[in-house]
């Protein structure tokens, strides 16, 4: 009842008075250069259904079906149209359409990870009619259909069908053209507030901390983006609601973990991926888009953002944390050696001309790589041992090392803040001794070369009964005993004696002992066998 009325003079299709709005609208924009009639039509009911299909029309559909309705359409016509399409699209089906080269999916049946690609999620009704389930209003046919229709002709799958009918040229300026310039303007107005009944929402929040290689993916988006500075989303610490560990924390995140997006609407979303993609979408008319232009790049920002988080992040608290477990790892020198590897992987997989990661547009990835590489730059050089110092070149390579340069060499302001805030915070780890118990770090084996260091290495010969990746198991030269074994583990870590364990030493250490059992068993039979540890010299400790 309160709606705004448009008054007499003004039009209802009126450009609104922001500048930013001021462009050609997006069917007319998409047209430039090219005059033909038929491409006139296409391009206004593509434009116009894109934005019915869009978050931001949505509310305009919703005044006209009522609001579960029409997000059935949209929601049900955006998906259902586009797995559709793409099916068609293998086919072959359209006129004219010259078919490309098949990829290939290599994989086996048994593979969960695999199915995810090889779901038969494509056998599903067609767009208009999935989008029909529960309704059966002839305004709501009609709308569904032209949606479906509308948003498969705008598509990447839809693409070849408009292009026999338009010419390539014409019907690729038409789809970009109304995909970027729709969206564009109809973001905006949603951010206006305009449309009948739409109520404007507030901010959204993201809790988040500066030292957090994780959180600063998606501060690194606000920056870029301006939300911070335009109000759409504020930046706040975890304390405001208690702390992490807070039940007001965790009714919002049960993980108890950052970064933490509280969004306009009050939904909760947690996990660093999640939240920038989140950000990227809802946010896409603001630049930069953070998504590459080609289905083939974009598969290459994913999957570095994807190994980055798999395999990279997982194993980073080597760097930081205290105690094992540090991924899948107990020893802390094997998950520094795996990470170091992951780093490699990522280099190269990035691309030779950059200046992205994936070439000349800032993409996930780059949000992605970018907060944990102030991570790796600032810790790894603590985990060199004597003799072997830091080596930029070896531990990232070239491509890599370009690539910080141009995010660090002021072409990404946004990149310049977040490295300025995390480096501000790892100053402090450093000033309150952080490593200084860490094991490889500050705490560091500098003890001499002993005679077990030489047998290990060969240069002095025993007589081996067994030995694996960890230990090594010989007579000793002296015995005591008619079986005299001695159980020695192959990297020493600080571990000269029992008093020196720490929690690092749990995985060794209970190594040993299995190793021990075993031997004994294989050396005596079902007779019994004793285990000493001596510890220092009055102990009849002699090595």
């Not at 949209?74 to 699209?89: D, I, K, L, V």
């Not at 990661?357 to 050089?381: C, K, N």
């Not at 309150?432 to 860490?438: E, K, V």
Request: glycine share 10%; hydrophobic share 45%.
């Amino acid at each position: 009842a309160q709606a705004r009325q448009p008054p007499p003079h003004e039009h209802r299709c009126a450009r609104p008075p922001s500048r930013s709005l001021c462009r050609t609208p997006a069917p007319v924009a998409a047209m430039r250069g090219h005059r033909a009639g038929p491409l006139v039509l296409v391009a206004t009911v593509l434009g116009t259904a894109v934005w019915l299909c869009s978050d931001s029309g949505l509310p305009f559909v919703q005044t006209l079906l009522g609001h579960a309705a029409a997000t059935a359409v949209a929601r049900g016509a955006r998906r259902e149209a586009a797995t559709t399409a793409s099916t068609w699209a293998r086919q072959g089906r359209g006129r004219g359409v010259a078919m490309e080269a098949s990829a290939t999916l290599y994989d086996v049946p048994v593979s969960n990870n695999g199915a995810r690609a090889r779901s038969r999620s494509l056998c599903r009704t067609p767009a208009p009619v999935a989008a029909m389930r529960g309704h059966r209003a002839g305004p709501l046919v009609l709308v569904a259909t032209v949606l479906g229709t509308a948003v498969w002709l705008c598509s990447d799958s839809g693409l070849p069908f408009v292009q026999t009918l338009l010419g390539h040229a014409a019907a690729t300026a038409v789809a970009r053209g109304a995909r970027r310039e729709a969206a564009t303007t109809a973001s905006t107005w949603a951010r206006q507030g305009r449309g009948r009944g739409v109520a404007m929402e507030a901010s959204a929040t993201l809790y988040d901390v500066p030292v957090s290689n994780n959180g600063a993916r998606a501060r690194l988006i606000i920056y870029a983006k301006g939300l911070d500075a335009s109000g759409a989303v504020g930046v706040e610490p975890p304390s405001v609601l208690g702390g992490l560990g807070s039940p007001e924390f965790r009714a919002l995140n049960p993980q108890g973990k950052m970064p933490l997006l509280k969004t306009a609407s009050g939904m909760p979303i947690y996990e660093s991926d999640t939240i920038a993609r989140y950000l990227v979408d809802a946010h896409a008319d603001v630049a930069p888009s953070f998504t590459p232009t080609t289905p083939e790049l974009r598969a290459l920002d994913n999957l570095i953002a994807r190994v980055h988080d798999v395999y990279l992040v997982a194993l980073q608290a080597c760097l930081y944390k205290a105690t094992p477990p540090f991924g899948t790892f107990q020893s802390r020198w094997k998950a520094l050696g795996e990470l170091k590897r992951q780093v490699k992987v990522i280099a190269g997989l990035a691309s030779e001309e950059g200046p992205f990661l994936t070439g000349p547009e800032i993409g996930q990835s780059d949000v992605a790589v970018f907060p944990t590489m102030i991570f790796l730059r600032h810790m790894l050089p603590k985990f060199m041992q004597p003799g072997w110092e830091f080596n930029e070149l070896e531990a990232f390579g070239p491509k890599l090392l370009k690539w910080w340069g141009h995010m660090t060499g002021g072409a990404v302001p946004a990149a310049g803040r977040v490295l300025e805030e995390m480096q501000g915070a790892l100053a402090k780890w450093d000033d309150s001794g952080r490593w200084d118990a860490i094991l490889h770090a500050g705490r560091q084996d500098k003890a001499s070369r002993t005679i077990f260091d030489k047998i290990i290495s060969k240069e002095i010969p025993s007589e081996i009964v067994y030995e694996d990746d960890l230990c090594l198991v010989f007579k000793d030269i002296a015995p005591a005993a008619p079986v005299h074994l001695l159980v020695i583990p192959k990297r020493r870590e600080g571990l000269t004696q029992l008093r020196h364990a720490v929690a690092d030493h749990e995985y060794i250490l209970g190594h040993l002992m299995r190793v021990a059992g075993e031997q004994g068993k294989a050396a005596v039979g079902e007779g019994g066998f004793r285990i000493v540890v001596n510890d220092g010299a009055e102990a009849g400790q002699s090595v």
